[in-house]
Nanobody
Framework: QVQLVESGGGLVQAGGSLRLSCAAS????????RGWYRQAPGKQREVVAT???????NYAASVKDRFTISRDDAKDTVYLQMNSLKPEDTAAYYC?????????????WGQGTQVTVSS
């Protein structure tokens, strides 16, 4: 089992910045990728950014050049630095981990942290 705890959400004005953190605990070996997703009211959950175990990153077009995903393996933590925030970035942000055990894939989610961007 893997537990994910997010932090760093809050209320910020448009143009501001926030840094989200997601600390993993439990059986965290063989992680293939970590990521951040978000879900706004009335909308489907969408991928924001992902980072593989090799360090390759991928971003949604809407956040590219504004958000940066990174990780600290020593702390088993993944971060999402969000700059130049826009009201349309308002959503609940969820941390995700994909790992492999005995040739099976397992996916874990955090409880979510709210990001609200005021205009």
């Amino acid at each position: 089992q893997v537990q994910l705890v997010e932090s760093g959400g809050g209320l910020v004005q448009a143009g501001g910045s926030l840094r989200l953190s997601c600390a993993a605990s439990g059986t965290t070996f063989n992680i293939l990728s970590r990521g951040w997703y978000r879900q706004a009211p009335g909308k489907q959950r969408e991928v924001v950014a992902t980072i593989t175990s090799a360090g390759a990153t991928n971003y949604a077009a809407s956040v590219k050049d504004r958000f940066t995903i990174s990780r600290d393996d020593a702390k088993d933590t993944v971060y999402l630095q969000m700059n130049s925030l826009k009201p349309e970035d308002t959503a609940a942000y969820y941390c995700n981990v994909l790992l492999e055990r005995r040739r099976q894939l397992y996916e874990y989610w955090g409880q979510g942290t709210q990001v609200t961007v005021s205009s």
